[in-house]
């Protein structure tokens, strides 16, 4: 059975064009970047090239580029590069939709003493901007958002907020994930002071992430030891991901002009039929500002896991927002957030999208959803408590 791969946002492959440019460094170009021979001095060359490519995406300066080992350190350092910058200041502003990488390190610093204010989002899942001004104090270190949303998709107005925060004079990092490679990121526009992205969410390999820090922006090493990356985060370089993550971001800025709209046709076709077909069923997340592979659909009364399962037979993989699914025992802290109803939680699907999908998948997709749903409607024993519980709470 041929897979249908719909869960992008939780991974992507490997393009073809990125294995290539690894592979040498994970047989013959195995020298330590940091030694002094020629044999180890090209691979710091390499990597050179590699920030390069990645800053060209961004619109950023390659010194602007600090390799790291994923998403959740590049998070990780920006808010603890700021805490520790400013000693003083003990005030952390972030939003209830944000990743776990962002969420549960402001937990972790609360219980060391640091306060954060989590801005809630409106029904949309859009930052409740009125609150967000009032959350800023001059005890505010810095304040950390999502680009954009990795369960509905939903962008931030970063441009708005980082005029405003650059006015108040508070740091402003976002966690771009999800984000970079699918939407035009111009940082000599963005009013944002770090931005932190993920290779495996862009077609590079696990375990290679980057954080730009603007030039002029105090910063404080998290992981501490050797001189790597300009004394900024130290460790061996994992040349092969970094060199495949310099490929994969020079691939997405050549194909990002023509992807965004195929992306976008896919998801709407997608979203649009399942709509059709499945009654009771619902987009969750603000349809104007969004990612063009995202979709977060409700069926309501039916169990996304029961879902997945069934799509699984069917070799279509996807995620969803209910209880136990991506190790998590609780049902999804940003559908919860947005206000969305308990059975239209425990039914949503997120389906994400990539430049490998094609209109047969989709078409495929749209075939075998209706039945599913009917099915699982007509099996489930709890179908009829969740109708009951819902329209007790709506
Ligand atoms: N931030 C967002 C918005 C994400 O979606 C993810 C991964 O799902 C991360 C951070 C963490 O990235 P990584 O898996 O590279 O640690």
């Keep these: 059975m041929k897979l249908i791969y719909l869960d992008n946002n939780a991974t992507t492959c490997i393009t073809p064009e990125v294995l290539e440019e690894m592979l040498p460094y994970l047989k013959e170009l195995y020298g330590n970047p940091s030694s002094m021979h020629t044999f180890g001095g090209q691979l710091r060359k390499r990597i050179e090239e590699a920030r390069a490519r990645v800053a060209k995406l961004l619109n950023a300066e390659p010194e602007e580029i600090i390799f790291t080992s994923c998403g959740t350190e590049s998070d990780n350092t920006a808010i603890m590069s700021a805490v520790e910058s400013l000693p003083q200041k003990k005030h952390i502003v972030t939003s209830v939709v944000e990743h776990p990488a962002v969420v549960n390190f402001c937990k972790y610093l609360e219980r060391k003493g640091y306060r954060t204010t989590f801005i809630p989002v409106d029904k949309q899942g859009r930052l409740r901007l009125d609150e967000f001004s009032k959350a800023i104090d001059d005890d505010t270190a810095i304040v ?114 023509k992807e965004r709209p195929y992306l976008k046709g896919l998801r709407d076709k997608l979203e649009t039929a399942l709509l059709k077909l499945c009654p009771d069923a619902r987009i969750n997340g603000d349809t104007e500002n969004r990612l063009p592979n995202t979709t ?99």
């Design 144 to 257: 950390s958002l999502m680009y954009a949303n990795n369960e509905t998709g939903v962008i931030f107005p970063l441009m708005e907020i980082g005029e405003l925060l650059r006015e108040r004079g508070v740091l402003f990092h976002t966690d771009a994930v999800q984000a970079v490679g699918k939407i035009p990121i111009d940082l000599k526009k963005l009013p944002v002071d770090m931005l932190s992205l993920s290779g495996h969410k862009l077609h590079a390999p696990k375990g290679v992430g980057a954080l730009y820090v603007r030039k002029g922006t105090r910063f404080h090493s998290y992981i501490i030891g050797g001189h790597q990356e300009n004394g900024r985060r130290a460790g061996t370089e994992n040349a092969a991901s970094i060199a495949g993550l310099g490929k994969a971001c020079e691939i997405a800025g050549e194909n990002l002009y």
């Design 296 to 394: 977060n659909i409700s069926f309501e009364y039916v169990e996304g896991e029961s879902i997945l399962l069934k799509l699984n037979e069917f070799g279509v993989c996807a995620s969803s927002g209910s209880a136990c699914t991506s190790g998590s025992h609780e049902p999804s802290h940003v559908l919860m957030a947005m206000d969305v109803p308990p059975a239209a939680i425990h039914g949503s699907i997120r389906f994400s999208l990539s430049r490998y999908n094609t209109e047969a998948e989709v078409k495929k997709v749209i075939e075998i959803m209706p039945g599913i749903i009917k099915e699982l409607r007509k099996l489930s024993p709890t179908s009829l408590e969740f109708l009951a519980s819902s329209r007790k709470d709506t």
